[in-house]
């Protein structure tokens, strides 16, 4: 993960709601993700929505959680849950299963 030593380092997590399953909102996340240089991960939920969590810079990870707010083409975003967290020090993005 690339990021400006001087920018402090933050966690968010998301929860993503409406039509975000099947149609590959969690691997247009990574490559977005993977672009901005955050760590992290994105996973499909069983009630349908998506989760994800994103560690970086505020300006990578801001842009990441707006990323999220649309989504790729044919996701209907709804409803986007947005929680601070303590960074852990993730340094990768993955998918989950």
């Known amino acids: ?31 977005q993700a993977r672009a901005l ?19 970086g810079g505020a300006g990578a990870v801001g842009r990441a959680v707006a990323y999220c707010r649309q989504g790729p083409p044919g996701a209907r975003v709804e ?7 303590t960074p852990e020090g993730l340094l990768e993005f993955d998918v989950r299963y």
């Not at 402090?8 to 149609?23: A, D, E, F, S, T």
């Not at 955050?38 to 969590?53: I, K, L, M, Q, S």
């Not at 409803?79 to 967290?85: A, G, I, P």
């Open 1 to 31: 993960m690339n990021r400006d030593p001087n920018e402090p380092l933050i966690r968010r997590r998301v929860v993503v709601h409406g039509r975000v399953q099947g149609v590959w909102f969690r691997g247009a996340t990574e490559r």
């Open 79 to 85: 409803r986007l849950e947005s929680f601070d967290e």
């Open 37 to 55: 240089g955050v760590g992290g991960w994105v996973r499909n939920r069983p009630d349908g929505t998506v989760e994800a969590v994103f560690e």
